[in-house]
């Protein structure tokens, strides 16, 4: 069975530009997660969805990142427009309901120069 | 608001021998899942180990196990029979039940195995 899927593996790109990272949830799994994880803050929960609708964006860090979930199979992260405080590793996940655990796409490494 | 602490931000261990790696959580919620995650230094994140707060049995898979505390609020993980494919991150997490689904994570403990 294939996995989370995300894209691109790597973004390099220069600080004002629009970034897009893009998601595609295990099929059948109805929660949808994203992430960022760096050195000095680890692991932050930025947005869910469940069944397309967005539960909780209380993580998102400012009005620069927007996320969207047009379907059951896709999922976009927007930053526009970028800084450097941006570059992470961007993490997307999902999960069926009930007490099944969150599995993990291999993440976009995002650096803005 | 949840608060998970993994105290060992390193540890070393021998080739087969076993190794805990702690995690201690704080929460006031009475049901919760408690998850461990690997990480290697390619980058993916890991599944390993699920715990519920009310499974009586602590939970195993493989060379995983979850020593669960519950009055002392820890959720240890133990790998018996370290192989050097085990170093990595290690990262605890929790998940009240009345959240959402959403996981709270712990630092992370890297584990490197020594041959």
């Known amino acids: 069975d294939a996995g989370v899927i995300q894209s691109p593996r790597h973004e390099v790109t220069e600080m004002g530009q629009e970034v897009t990272l893009r998601c595609k949830p295990i099929?059948?799994?109805?929660?949808l997660f994203w992430y960022r994880q760096t050195m000095m803050r680890g692991l932050e929960l930025l947005i869910y969805f469940n069944n397309n609708v967005p539960i909780d964006d209380s993580g998102m860090p400012e009005d620069r990142f927007s996320a969207k979930m047009p379907n059951a199979s896709f999922s976009t992260l927007k930053i526009q427009p970028s800084e450097p405080r941006d570059s992470a590793v961007y993490f997307c996940a999902s999960k069926t309901g009930g007490s099944q655990p969150q599995h993990f796409g291999d993440g976009t490494r995002l650096s803005i120069l | 608001a949840q608060k998970i602490t993994q105290t060992q931000p390193g540890m070393f261990v021998q080739e087969k021998e076993a190794v805990t790696l702690d995690c201690t959580y704080d929460?006031?919620?009475?049901?919760?899942?408690l998850f461990w995650y690997k990480q290697p230094s390619s980058g993916e994140m890991i599944f390993l180990i699920y715990?519920?707060?009310?499974?009586?049995q602590n939970a195993t898979e493989g060379r995983y196990s979850l020593n669960f505390q519950k009055a002392r609020k820890s959720a240890n993980l133990v790998i018996s029979a370290s192989q050097l494919g085990d170093s990595a991150m290690y990262f605890c997490?929790?998940?009240?039940?009345?959240?959402?689904?959403?996981?709270?994570f712990g630092g992370g403990t890297r584990l490197m195995v020594k041959p």
């Open positions: 997490a929790m998940r009240p039940n009345n959240a959402g689904n959403m996981l709270t």
């Open positions: 099929s059948g799994h109805d929660y």
């Open positions: 715990q519920g707060s009310y499974d009586e």
């Open positions: 929460t006031s919620d009475q049901s919760y899942g």
